[in-house]
Each structure stands twice: as C-alpha cells, then as structure tokens.
C-alpha cells in the first residue's frame, strides 16, 4: 500500500501536467486581449512605425513560444518550464515598450490635441500583460517542479 | 456484486415488433451466466434492457433486491462491455479506465489505485501510457474490462465481447474471462452467439430462439439433456443428428436401420408406439458398430478425431470418431448409435 503522498508521486507517471498546459493556454489568451487592444486603437498613424512591426513579431513568436511551453510541459519537459519561465518575465518587460510610451503620446487629431493610450486602456493591457505573464510563469514553475518530482520519484523507484 | 431477478420481462418496439417474450431468470450473487442463441434471437435485447440502454416494455428488473425496472442506466450500477470495445481514441489506457470515475468526481489517489490494481490483474500495467490504437484487439478488449472492472460495479455485462477478435486470441482472451470471474467472484451476465463461449464459461447457459428461452441449465445440462430440437441442434459442434423413426413395440424404425429398445426407452416411449418421433444423435455418439452403415462423402481429420460426413439411409450425417481415420468418397462404414436423444416431431419437445 502506497501513502497518499506517494500516490499523488506515482500519477505523474500515468497523467499529463494539464495545470502548467492550461496556464500556457491561459498566458496565450491574455496576450491574444493585449495586441487586440493596441491594434484596434483609432489614433491616425501613430502606431505606424517600425516598433509596432516588432511587436507583431513578437507576438507571433509569443504565441508560438507560449503552445509549444504548453506542450513541452504537459508532457514533462523540464527545459520547457524554465523557457515559459523567460517568456513569463518577458511580458512584464513588454510594459515598458508599446503601453509606456503610448500611454504618454499625445497627437493632433482633426485639428485636437487626443491621448493615444488613455488611463483605462493602459491600465487594461497591463493587466493583461501582467496577467499573461503570470501565468507563463506559474505554468513554468508549475511545470518544473512537477517534472523534478517525477524524474526524482522515477529514480528512487528505479524506473527511470 | 448482487443477485439479479428478471420476471416476465417483454421488449415490444414501436412498431410493434416483440423482441422478447416473458423471460424469467434469478441469476445468483457471484453466478456467470451466458446467454446463447443465433443472431436476432433477443439476447443482446435482454442485456441492454438489464443494463437500461433499452425500455423494458413490461415485466420487473431486480438488482440486489432493487427494483430499478424504471431506473437510468447511471443508477443501476452496472458496467458493459461492448464488442468494439468504446474506447476514447484520444485518451490513454489509464485515462480510460479513470475515466467513469472522473466523471463521478472520485478522489484523484482512489482512482490512481483502482486503475493500478485493474491495469494489474489484466497485465495492462506496461500498456498504461499507450493510446489505444496502439494495442491489439486483444489488449483494447482488456482494457475495456478494466475500465468495468475499476467501477467494482454490482453486475458486469457483456455483449459479444470477442467476436472482433481473431481465433487464437479469443480463446485466450475468454480463458482471462473466466480467470477474472473467478478472482473477482463477480456477477456476470454475457452475449454470445458461440457455443463454445458459452460452454466454457458458464455456470448456467439461458439458450434463446426468436425472443424466447428454450432452456436454462448448466453447460452439461444443455448438452446432455437437451430440453427440444432446438436447444438440442445449437448446443455441440458438429451439431446433432436426426432422423425420423417409427416407433414399434420393441424396436425404433427409421430409413436404413431398425434399432432394437432396451428396457428404459421402452418405458420411455411407450405413449409413442405406432407414432413417429425424432431420433437426435450426436456425431460423438455414433461409434463403429453393426447396426447399420455410414456413407461416407467427406473424411475431414482434426488430429485427435475425425470427422466423416456421409449419409445413413439417405439422411445427412456427421460422426466424430477418437481416431485418424482416411475414409474415401463412397466408402460404407458400419456403425451404432451409443446414446441417444427422443423428440416429440409435433412438440419438438424432448421426451423425458
């Protein structure tokens, strides 16, 4: 007979991590809230630089980033987790780019002076951003420590 | 595990086709049961009106002293097995075994532990991470049983759980059947149109024809005391013989041979003198002897015996012989009947 906490252990072997998927999942979904929100800002041409290009980039590569991480740690790929881990703080970095200074940019528009990201905007796609960030990192950690107990569980048990 | 109790249970569809016609049974806690018959005969009716997949029309349905005539299935706790086993092809073996009792929000450890000890008894343990079309039918078929077997539900039925499988893996997936019964002590109900599946596994055999059943009794019952013709024709491989005979005060006469009565079939048949009855003989039962001669149209040899097609006095039959025998087309083989079986022509009914 097994204790509880062994077979808690012992279902790792037989069950996918779908906590650390579905927080990728989730992480994919935020940053989905936060380039919609950008991109289908009204502000004349101010977006229309070069940032914005890498930004689209970005997000691409994101979004990618973010499935495969949900992939590698549902299956128990330790590099996986810590890799959702770097995309996780790398949201929290994107606040310092687009939201900032969008955030702090006033154009003319017809002939008034217009914010190109107000208070509310801003606030809702840093939550988004911080949000989407969390959970690329809750889902890395989640992920490696879920990995690290089985991969341990599987030596002790002689299995690996 | 439980006892089970149907009485006078009839299925009438919509358009008023009666699939079944008053069946009656009290199967016993622990007891296998299968139920026999040819293709369309009601049997897998029966079982889908016992696990709640069909209306009963009229009639009671007992579980463990429950009446759950008007229950839903979900209620009954029941678990079935199906013949194309109904697995998730998306899941795992372990996913599909847990997964009944995910959806009953059991503790995730008492799942982990159910499976284990199932995946264990059916030697799926090394099979438990593969998806199921990497398993053979064999193994899926296995894993369909487990996935009964971790509900530790009151009645296990089974509806032709290995017609989709080949020979040599039938036979040792029912060996595992009735393996499993033993060790689980279970009360299990099983669909099989195969009379050597039913033979081999059951306690009792329920034989069905047409919706109705023919008779009820152990697999040596049924084989030997053969409640009518029918009963009689179904159960054995090669089936039975039958000839039609004239009863006389001592003697039975038949086409091709007169065959003198002892005491008890004189007994026996003495309501039948002068009237004409159907002599059954099984192909085992028809030994090398003087009574009256075999024409031989085919000599098939199975190894240990023999099988010889021919004719006895222009009828069709089959004797099985304990020996290699190299009859050709056309040769004349004297034999006796050892033991013989009497029906009523116009009851079809076996005179007992």
């Known amino acids: ?160 | 595990m439980a006892s089970l109790s149907l009485k006078n249970i009839n299925k009438i569809y919509d358009n008023n086709v009666q699939a079944v016609f008053d069946f009656n049974l009290d199967v016993a806690d622990g007891e296998f049961i299968v139920l026999v018959g040819p293709s369309g005969c009601g049997k897998s009716t029966t079982l889908r009106m016992i696990a709640g997949l069909e209306d009963i029309s009229s009639g009671t349905l007992i579980i463990d002293g429950e009446d759950v005539t008007q229950k839903p299935p979900k209620d009954r706790d029941i678990a079935m097995v199906f013949q194309n086993y109904a697995l998730y092809a998306h899941m795992t073996i372990y996913e599909n075994m847990a997964f009944s009792l995910t959806l009953r929000k059991e503790d995730p450890n008492v799942i982990h532990e159910k499976v284990l000890a199932a995946a264990e008894i059916l030697g799926l343990t090394d099979q438990l991470n593969k998806k199921p079309k990497q398993l053979s039918g064999g193994q899926r078929q296995r894993v369909a049983m487990g996935r009964a077997i971790v509900r530790t539900p009151k009645v296990f039925l089974f509806d032709e759980p290995l017609s989709n499988l080949d020979a040599k893996l039938r036979g040792a997936t029912r060996r595992e059947i009735l393996l499993l019964h033993k060790r689980l002590g279970a009360t299990m109900l099983y669909v099989t149109h195969d009379q050597t599946e039913a033979l081999t596994l059951a306690d009792r055999i329920v034989c069905m024809s047409m919706g109705y059943v023919q008779q009820v009794g152990t697999p040596l019952e049924l084989y030997d005391t053969p409640a009518n013709l029918f009963v009689a024709s179904f159960i054995g491989l090669p089936p039975m013989n039958f000839f039609d005979c004239e009863v006389e005060e001592n003697k039975l006469v038949g086409t091709g041979f007169n065959l003198k009565l002892n005491d008890s079939e004189k007994e026996l048949l003495k309501y039948y003198v002068g009237k004409t009855i159907t002599l059954g003989v099984r192909p085992e039962n028809i030994v090398k002897g003087s009574d009256m001669t075999l024409s031989v149209n085919l000599n098939e040899n199975l190894g240990q015996t023999t099988l010889v097609h021919g004719t006895i006095g222009g009828h069709k039959a089959t004797a099985k012989f304990r020996e290699w025998s190299d009859y050709k087309v056309g040769d004349e083989v004297g034999v006796s009947f050892d033991r013989k079986h009497f029906f009523d022509k116009d009851t079809t009914k076996a005179i007992r």
């Not at chain 1, 004349?44 to 691409?60: F, K, P, Q, R």
């Not at chain 1, 969390?134 to 990995?147: E, M």
Request: contains cysteine.
């Open chain 1, 1 to 160: 007979m097994m204790d509880a906490k062994t077979i808690k252990k012992d279902r790792l072997r037989y069950t996918k991590n779908k906590l650390s998927a579905n927080l990728a999942y989730l992480a994919i979904l935020f940053n989905v809230l936060y380039f919609v929100s950008i991109y289908s800002s009204d502000v004349d041409t101010y977006y229309y630089t070069i940032t914005i290009g890498a930004s689209v980039l970005y997000n691409l590569v994101f979004l990618l980033s973010a499935f495969l991480c949900s992939e590698g740690v549902k299956n128990y790929k330790i590099g996986y987790g810590w890799f959702a881990m770097v995309i996780g703080v790398m949201q929290f970095v994107r606040i310092l780019g687009i939201p900032k200074a969008a955030h702090s940019a006033v154009i003319t528009l017809a002939g008034e002076e217009t914010v190109v990201m107000g208070d509310g905007q801003f606030a809702y796609v840093v939550a988004c951003l911080v949000i989407s960030g969390l959970a690329c990192i809750a889902s890395g950690v989640a992920g490696v420590y879920k990995t690290t107990t089985l991969n341990n569980y599987m030596k002790e048990k002689g299995l690996a």
